[in-house]
């Protein structure tokens, strides 16, 4: 077990060293000036190139990587060029945005998908079942972005259950911000909901089909057990996979449906970033995504340990 | 499918029960504004970087000059309560206003209004306007309340840059924290910053005429995407939205008796920018050729109407303005013969590199299509804000681009060396240094029509249309300008009703 952790740990260090390179050489390569963007169109060629030297752009591309990966291990993130302010601070205020949202929509996407699914299974080839995968459908096609303004215009402009936009800050109003996460967790989850049911469906047909099933049925114990107890947690194994795989999509959503909602989150401020070409917060956040994915499916991995022995056996 | 249902109608009713902080909002707080944009200011310091959102916010509000751009567009007095100007152009004498303290308590002097103007042209200075301010040679405190600037040349127009929020009166002790933490004079001060989401000013109790002030809280609320916008007024999220950059979505803002939709104008002209430098643009007669095939109606109605024609590099509603859209008038034939004299009798292909702007995207399509008319074959890239800087501007490593210059009285840009059109014109350089030393202001306005008919004639650019001012606000809020003769919100007339 131990053994299967650390390998898992050593695979993703080395993917991470590497994503730094990576992502070091795109960002630098992005074609613009940020010196320009900072000082616009009136700016003089000297005011320009006092603006590179004051914050480094002029440096050679080993010194600047040397320097940031420099900051990482020592934890200093340095500090935005276009807001002046700490990097570690953006992102900080940003990820408690992202992340909540991110969460919500995930947890609703399971809380949906696995009944469905399971539903789906169990009434495999029946009306249910084609409701079922009739909505999937539906939910994959819609862009979540659409099903945003869908949701704004029903719940808060038509009906003012919720704000139509915006997020008052944890510290500030707690309850609104939860209130401000449901319609946009609700907007990003929709699409997840649908590969996810699908998923869960094709893995409980699989299971429903297996010996072990029969025999349970064949011993009598009664459906909900044969569902849930048996088939349904052998079945978790590949929705588990997919949903870790999802959370690394969800943030990516999330930079649209953030920008339905007006929310401050971390997508927002990479899309800025990007305009305003504050390289460092770029490269950054980036990164800091690269730790959360490799994370994720750390975690994915150690969750297959619990539901499925057979890794534990292998290492 | 029923398990999901409930549990979204159970999250619903439990959170129906929170006070949302959206539709009452306005309604309890008659001293506090919403106010929408579509962008974000990065710092809020406009001597550290050049975006119009930071003017849009500290203009006035947070910062003042010495002079004022007031909503017509006039100058009036700000920091200096009256100047005088020296007969041959040279010395602009400032009176100081008394009294008047900055947010921190620090009073203003002559000391340090001389602070805030050195540091416009000193040598390693980094401000995005310095090019506005390097005819300056000297500034000197005669006394705490008089300031004494010197001219290299004359300068007609350093009263108007004077009064631009780049030359706004910074203190020595808070001038290093203001692009965090902006302090200055004005009637509102600084009270907070949510990056990515809002920035709160509230009234400043050190404001010489704060009686006169009625709003008690400002917030500028960042809401980029325009059907956002949209539902932020609908739901009452945001009071107002002073330039709504949408117009194809003002109909269903107008349908709405919440709302007053005013329509104004901006210093901002949309041209088909040429470069003048490269074949076969640099070719009079194709660019003639190009003034011809442009239907201006056109343009405007992609605009959803909201545009003024322009025939020059000048905004229609500026005193000097003279129509020249008929110097070219629309007529595809015409424009055909003259790419056939210009050995183009089968047209050319051509890019069109467009920056991430409605109005571009827009104009982009028709122009394409107008171009086509004519022979002329363009294809579309599409850039990035800071690539288009790069390339477009600083590189001048394209063939056309469309993009509103939207600063004040920029037709000065025609006699720049290594501008971005490559427009060299020994003529309009001579008469662009008569505006500059032009101390008589009727003179000068016959000087700059001069200006126009030569750009206009020259076709440097295809000039398209004026961009409008879209306002959107609530109908009890009173005081918002209704046109943008400079990047400002300024708030100190604004209330409720």
Redesign the interface.
């Given at each position: 077990m131990l053994d299967f952790i650390t390998r898992r740990l050593a695979a993703a260090l080395v993917t991470l060293a590497l994503a730094t390179v990576v992502v070091f050489a795109i960002v630098e390569v992005?074609?613009?000036?940020?010196a320009?963007?900072?000082?616009?169109?009136?700016?003089?060629p000297d005011?320009l190139a006092?603006?590179r030297a004051?914050y480094g752009f002029d440096q050679p591309l080993m010194i600047r990587y040397l320097h940031w990966i420099g900051g990482l291990l020592s934890l200093d993130l340095g500090s935005s060029h276009?807001?002046?302010?700490s990097v570690a601070k953006?992102i900080g205020?940003?990820l408690a945005v992202t992340l909540p949202l991110g969460a919500l929509a995930l947890v609703?996407a399971m809380?949906?998908a696995v009944?469905?699914g399971v539903?789906a299974a169990w009434k495999h080839g029946t009306v249910g079942d084609w409701?079922?995968m009739g909505?999937t459908q539906i939910g994959i096609s819609i862009p979540n972005f659409w099903f945003g303004?869908l949701l704004?215009?029903a719940?808060?402009?038509t009906w003012?259950?919720?704000?139509?936009?915006?997020?008052?800050?944890w510290r500030q109003?707690p309850?609104?911000s939860?209130?401000a996460l449901?319609l946009p967790g609700?907007a990003l989850s929709l699409g997840e909901?649908a590969i996810l049911t699908r998923v869960t469906r094709s893995a409980m047909l699989d299971t429903l089909r297996e010996d072990y099933v029969r025999t349970a049925r064949a011993k009598g114990a009664p459906e909900s057990r044969v569902l849930f107890r048996h088939a349904l947690r052998n079945a978790l194994i590949p929705v588990t996979t997919v949903a870790g795989l999802i959370a690394g999509f969800l943030i990516a959503g999330a930079v649209i449906i953030e920008?339905?909602?007006?929310l401050?989150?971390i997508g927002?401020?990479v899309y800025?970033s990007?305009?305003?070409?504050?390289l460092i917060v770029i490269k950054n956040v980036v990164i800091l995504f690269t730790i959360l994915v490799l994370l994720v499916n750390l975690l994915v991995d150690l969750a297959y340990v619990l539901l499925d022995p057979r890794p534990r056996i292998a290492a | 499918m029923s398990i999901s249902r409930r549990h979204l109608m159970g999250a619903a009713g439990a959170f129906a029960v929170f006070p949302a902080f959206g539709p009452e909002a306005w309604a309890q707080a008659k001293d506090k504004v919403v106010i929408g944009i579509s962008l974000e200011p990065p710092v809020l310091d406009p001597n550290k970087n050049a975006a119009a959102a930071i003017r849009e916010i500290t203009y006035q509000n947070i910062f003042e000059s010495l002079a004022r751009i007031d909503r017509t567009g006039a100058i009036i007095p700000g920091l200096a309560e009256s100047w005088t100007i020296s007969p041959d152009g040279l010395v602009y004498t400032f009176k100081l206003r008394s009294g008047v303290k900055f947010h921190d308590g620090e009073a203003l002097d002559a000391s340090v209004v001389k602070f805030a103007i050195d540091r416009l042209f000193a040598a390693d200075s980094t401000v995005p306007a310095k090019s506005l301010y390097t005819d300056i040679s000297t500034v000197e405190a005669v006394d705490p309340g008089t300031v004494k600037i010197t001219l290299k040349s004359p300068n007609s127009y350093l009263l108007y840059n004077i009064a631009l929020c780049d030359a706004a009166i910074q203190h020595p002790k808070s001038a290093a924290t203001n692009d965090k933490h902006p302090v200055g004079t004005g009637a509102f001060m600084f009270k907070e910053r949510k990056e990515g989401d809002s920035i709160t000013l509230v009234k400043a109790s050190t404001f010489r005429d704060a009686a006169s002030i009625k709003l008690n809280t400002a917030i500028f609320k960042v809401v980029k995407d325009p059907s956002a916008q949209v539902s932020a007024l609908l739901a009452g999220d945001v009071d107002t939205f002073p330039g709504f950059q949408a117009p194809e979505l003002v109909e269903r803002l107008k349908k709405d008796s919440r709302f007053a939709v005013v329509v104004g104008t901006t210093e901002g002209e949309v041209i088909l920018a040429t470069n003048n430098g490269k074949k076969p643009f640099d070719n009079l007669k194709v660019r003639q050729a190009m003034a011809h095939a442009i239907n201006r109606s056109e343009l405007i109605d992609a605009e959803s109407g909201y545009g003024t024609p322009i025939g020059s590099h000048f905004a229609p509603h500026n005193k000097a303005y003279i129509d020249l859209t008929k110097t070219y008038p629309f007529d595809i034939a015409k424009g055909k013969a003259l790419l056939a004299e210009a050995g183009h009798p089968n047209g050319f292909e051509a890019v069109l590199k467009l920056p991430p702007v409605g109005y571009a995207q827009r104009a982009g399509e028709v122009i394409v299509s107008q171009l086509g008319k004519i022979g002329i074959k363009v294809s579309i890239v599409q850039l990035q804000w800071p690539q288009w800087l790069s390339e477009v501007f600083k590189e001048r490593n394209y063939d056309l681009s469309i993009v509103a210059h939207t600063e004040a009285n920029d037709i000065d840009r025609y006699a720049r060396d290594g501008y971005y059109w490559n427009y060299n014109s020994a003529e309009f350089k001579a008469k662009w240094r008569e505006v500059l030393a032009a101390t008589d202001f009727a003179k000068r306005d016959e000087l700059l029509k001069d200006c126009q008919r030569i750009i206009a004639r020259d076709a440097v650019n295809g000039y398209l249309y004026q961009l409008a001012k879209i306002g959107v606000w609530r109908k009890e809020l009173q005081g918002m300008w209704e046109n943008s003769p400079t990047p400002a919100t300024d708030l100190t007339g604004v209330s409720w009703k």
């Amino acid at each position: 077990m131990l053994d299967f952790i650390t390998r898992r740990l050593a695979a993703a260090l080395v993917t991470l060293a590497l994503a730094t390179v990576v992502v070091f050489a795109i960002v630098e390569v992005l074609p613009g000036d940020p010196a320009l963007v900072m000082l616009g169109t009136d700016a003089r060629p000297d005011t320009l190139a006092a603006m590179r030297a004051q914050y480094g752009f002029d440096q050679p591309l080993m010194i600047r990587y040397l320097h940031w990966i420099g900051g990482l291990l020592s934890l200093d993130l340095g500090s935005s060029h276009a807001y002046g302010t700490s990097v570690a601070k953006l992102i900080g205020d940003r990820l408690a945005v992202t992340l909540p949202l991110g969460a919500l929509a995930l947890v609703w996407a399971m809380l949906a998908a696995v009944p469905l699914g399971v539903f789906a299974a169990w009434k495999h080839g029946t009306v249910g079942d084609w409701g079922v995968m009739g909505f999937t459908q539906i939910g994959i096609s819609i862009p979540n972005f659409w099903f945003g303004i869908l949701l704004v215009l029903a719940f808060a402009v038509t009906w003012q259950i919720f704000p139509a936009g915006g997020f008052p800050g944890w510290r500030q109003d707690p309850l609104g911000s939860v209130d401000a996460l449901i319609l946009p967790g609700l907007a990003l989850s929709l699409g997840e909901i649908a590969i996810l049911t699908r998923v869960t469906r094709s893995a409980m047909l699989d299971t429903l089909r297996e010996d072990y099933v029969r025999t349970a049925r064949a011993k009598g114990a009664p459906e909900s057990r044969v569902l849930f107890r048996h088939a349904l947690r052998n079945a978790l194994i590949p929705v588990t996979t997919v949903a870790g795989l999802i959370a690394g999509f969800l943030i990516a959503g999330a930079v649209i449906i953030e920008s339905v909602f007006r929310l401050p989150g971390i997508g927002q401020l990479v899309y800025d970033s990007i305009n305003n070409r504050d390289l460092i917060v770029i490269k950054n956040v980036v990164i800091l995504f690269t730790i959360l994915v490799l994370l994720v499916n750390l975690l994915v991995d150690l969750a297959y340990v619990l539901l499925d022995p057979r890794p534990r056996i292998a290492a | 499918m029923s398990i999901s249902r409930r549990h979204l109608m159970g999250a619903a009713g439990a959170f129906a029960v929170f006070p949302a902080f959206g539709p009452e909002a306005w309604a309890q707080a008659k001293d506090k504004v919403v106010i929408g944009i579509s962008l974000e200011p990065p710092v809020l310091d406009p001597n550290k970087n050049a975006a119009a959102a930071i003017r849009e916010i500290t203009y006035q509000n947070i910062f003042e000059s010495l002079a004022r751009i007031d909503r017509t567009g006039a100058i009036i007095p700000g920091l200096a309560e009256s100047w005088t100007i020296s007969p041959d152009g040279l010395v602009y004498t400032f009176k100081l206003r008394s009294g008047v303290k900055f947010h921190d308590g620090e009073a203003l002097d002559a000391s340090v209004v001389k602070f805030a103007i050195d540091r416009l042209f000193a040598a390693d200075s980094t401000v995005p306007a310095k090019s506005l301010y390097t005819d300056i040679s000297t500034v000197e405190a005669v006394d705490p309340g008089t300031v004494k600037i010197t001219l290299k040349s004359p300068n007609s127009y350093l009263l108007y840059n004077i009064a631009l929020c780049d030359a706004a009166i910074q203190h020595p002790k808070s001038a290093a924290t203001n692009d965090k933490h902006p302090v200055g004079t004005g009637a509102f001060m600084f009270k907070e910053r949510k990056e990515g989401d809002s920035i709160t000013l509230v009234k400043a109790s050190t404001f010489r005429d704060a009686a006169s002030i009625k709003l008690n809280t400002a917030i500028f609320k960042v809401v980029k995407d325009p059907s956002a916008q949209v539902s932020a007024l609908l739901a009452g999220d945001v009071d107002t939205f002073p330039g709504f950059q949408a117009p194809e979505l003002v109909e269903r803002l107008k349908k709405d008796s919440r709302f007053a939709v005013v329509v104004g104008t901006t210093e901002g002209e949309v041209i088909l920018a040429t470069n003048n430098g490269k074949k076969p643009f640099d070719n009079l007669k194709v660019r003639q050729a190009m003034a011809h095939a442009i239907n201006r109606s056109e343009l405007i109605d992609a605009e959803s109407g909201y545009g003024t024609p322009i025939g020059s590099h000048f905004a229609p509603h500026n005193k000097a303005y003279i129509d020249l859209t008929k110097t070219y008038p629309f007529d595809i034939a015409k424009g055909k013969a003259l790419l056939a004299e210009a050995g183009h009798p089968n047209g050319f292909e051509a890019v069109l590199k467009l920056p991430p702007v409605g109005y571009a995207q827009r104009a982009g399509e028709v122009i394409v299509s107008q171009l086509g008319k004519i022979g002329i074959k363009v294809s579309i890239v599409q850039l990035q804000w800071p690539q288009w800087l790069s390339e477009v501007f600083k590189e001048r490593n394209y063939d056309l681009s469309i993009v509103a210059h939207t600063e004040a009285n920029d037709i000065d840009r025609y006699a720049r060396d290594g501008y971005y059109w490559n427009y060299n014109s020994a003529e309009f350089k001579a008469k662009w240094r008569e505006v500059l030393a032009a101390t008589d202001f009727a003179k000068r306005d016959e000087l700059l029509k001069d200006c126009q008919r030569i750009i206009a004639r020259d076709a440097v650019n295809g000039y398209l249309y004026q961009l409008a001012k879209i306002g959107v606000w609530r109908k009890e809020l009173q005081g918002m300008w209704e046109n943008s003769p400079t990047p400002a919100t300024d708030l100190t007339g604004v209330s409720w009703k």
